[in-house]
């Protein structure tokens, strides 16, 4: 099973902020928190993680509560591009280990 | 950045016949190779982890006579769906990961398996 809880639908307008919310309250201190999110019929694309500090990258930022138990992914400016379904993970540090994806978050970002 | 490219992207066959698929990583040693299945309106579901020139681990309720993956090569992993049947349909995914410093998995674009 997911150790993570995602709500099940968002709407964004185009060009405002979209920020996902992801519960991980059982999250070990050895696990990454993971972003993926999945454009139709494609395959999963990687789009941040991190421990426990605040991360940002050109696609989005990462905001972690200090006692980790839950995070939010921040796309600062959505586009209709950005319509997917997200999906926030939890995985140990060490070794290529399986991801379990729960049911992710279907964003819609409207014109 | 690492690429993982899958072979074919759609199949239609016929109930009854076999069908393989290969998960190829093009700009990296993938020493572990996962295989995920997705039916409509669902999540992606962890069929097996395969590690370079081992045998394939299997999720539970997944059949390994079933669903043969081979992963002889660094670059290379194929998932063949023997005696396949229409509710095999599906959309697979192959995901790689190896060497990279947070041992991340990237991913496949995906084949649709259509079994009429």
């Known amino acids: 099973d997911a150790k993570t809880t995602q709500p099940p639908s968002m709407d964004c307008a185009e060009g405002r902020a979209a920020n996902l919310p992801c519960n991980h309250s059982?999250?070990?201190?050895?696990?990454?928190v993971y972003w993926y999110r999945q454009i139709h019929s494609q395959g999963p694309q990687y789009i941040i993680h991190?421990?426990?500090n605040n991360e940002t990258n050109e696609m989005a930022s990462l905001i972690i509560t200090e006692d980790r138990k839950s995070s939010t992914l921040i796309l600062p400016h959505a586009t209709l591009r950005d319509t997917a379904v997200y999906y926030c993970?939890?995985?140990?540090?060490?070794?290529?280990?399986?991801?379990?994806f729960g049911q992710g978050t279907r964003l819609t970002i409207n014109p | 950045g690492a690429v993982v490219s899958q072979h074919p992207s759609r199949v239609i066959c016929k109930s009854g016949t076999s069908v393989k698929i290969e998960c190829r990583s093009l700009?990296?040693?993938?020493?572990?190779m996962f295989w995920y299945r997705q039916f409509p309106k669902q999540s992606l579901m962890l069929m097996a982890t395969?590690?370079?020139?081992?045998?394939?681990?299997?999720e539970q309720g997944v059949e390994k006579d079933k669903f043969l993956i081979n992963h002889a090569s660094l670059t290379l992993s194929t998932l063949t769906v023997t005696s396949a049947h229409p509710e095999d349909s599906s959309f697979y995914i192959c995901?790689?990961?190896?060497?990279?410093?947070?041992?991340?998995?990237?991913f496949g674009p995906g084949t649709r398996l259509t079994v009429l």
């Open positions: 995901s790689a990961s190896g060497g990279h410093t947070y041992n991340e998995q990237f």
């Open positions: 059982t999250i070990s201190g050895n696990e990454y």
């Open positions: 991190g421990l426990k």
């Open positions: 993970i939890v995985r140990p540090i060490q070794g290529a280990q399986k991801l379990v």
């Open positions: 700009d990296f040693q993938a020493t572990t």
């Open positions: 395969s590690n370079e020139g081992s045998k394939a681990t299997y």
